[in-house]
């Protein structure tokens, strides 16, 4: 089965430090993309970064980046200088076609509380 | 520049009753979705449209019904709501299906008692 796993339900961090979500995902395919969204109060799933398997280099935007280790099958998120905007749900997502249906797969969610 | 639009944010029904939540996109993207979002359990696909005329189930289907006359507009209809279908629900859209990731909108929650 394709599956999304984060185990972290629940992360903290003080402001300004660097905190890394952990996401692991289990594909049979060799090429694909995965996708971190972010999820504050106000309920609106955020798109953050993206990254394409095939690529070596682990993406980057602004202070967010991937370390995406496609062997051990682990795409983790790391939040460089947090700041309390950074308080969200944070929900990794692998897209997968199966069977001719096609969705988003996501992980149960983390929840990130950024401490002043 | 709206993106996704659903309406409405919040409702509460009872048992029995049934119901249209609304999404738009002006986009003009072929694949659309409605995801509900339950404490736990992530989001879980409910119907997708891959263009208009096109519809097809996802994983949790049952009690809903979509359309899709439009590449605009994807209503997803709640037939005869039960307590069981209180959640948040997402509707996303895609222009390149799912290398770009989707855009969603703002949710909608519901409350069925």
């Known amino acids: 089965a394709q599956t999304v796993t984060q185990s972290q339900p629940e992360m903290s961090v003080q402001e300004a430090e660097t905190v890394t979500l952990s996401c692991t995902y289990d594909t049979s395919e060799s090429d694909y993309y995965l996708f971190w969204y972010k999820q504050p109060p106000s309920r609106q799933m955020i798109l953050v970064i993206r990254q394409e398997a095939y690529k070596q280099q682990n993406a980057t935007e602004n202070r967010f980046s991937v370390n995406f280790q496609k062997a051990a099958k682990s795409f983790s998120l790391k939040i460089s200088d947090s700041q309390l905007g950074d308080a969200a749900m944070y929900f990794c997502a692998y897209p997968l076609t199966q069977g001719g249906s096609e969705k988003l797969v996501f992980g149960k969610g983390t929840k990130l509380t950024v401490n002043p | 520049n709206a993106g996704v639009t659903q309406t409405p944010k919040f409702q509460v029904l009872k048992t029995g009753q049934s119901m249209t939540l609304q999404c738009a996109q002006d986009?003009?993207?072929?694949?659309m979705s409605w995801y509900r979002q339950d404490p736990g359990m992530g989001l879980r696909l409910i119907h997708y449209s891959v263009g208009a005329g096109i519809t097809d189930q996802g994983e949790v289907p049952n009690g809903y019904n979509v359309s899709r006359s439009t590449t605009e507009d994807f209503p997803l209809r709640l037939l005869s709501a039960a307590p069981s279908q209180t959640s948040v629900y997402f509707c996303?859209?895609?222009?390149?299906?799912?290398?770009?990731?989707?855009?969603f909108g703002s949710g909608t929650r519901l409350t069925v008692v």
């Open positions: 996303a859209s895609s222009y390149d299906r799912l290398h770009n990731g989707y855009t």
């Open positions: 986009m003009n993207h072929e694949y």
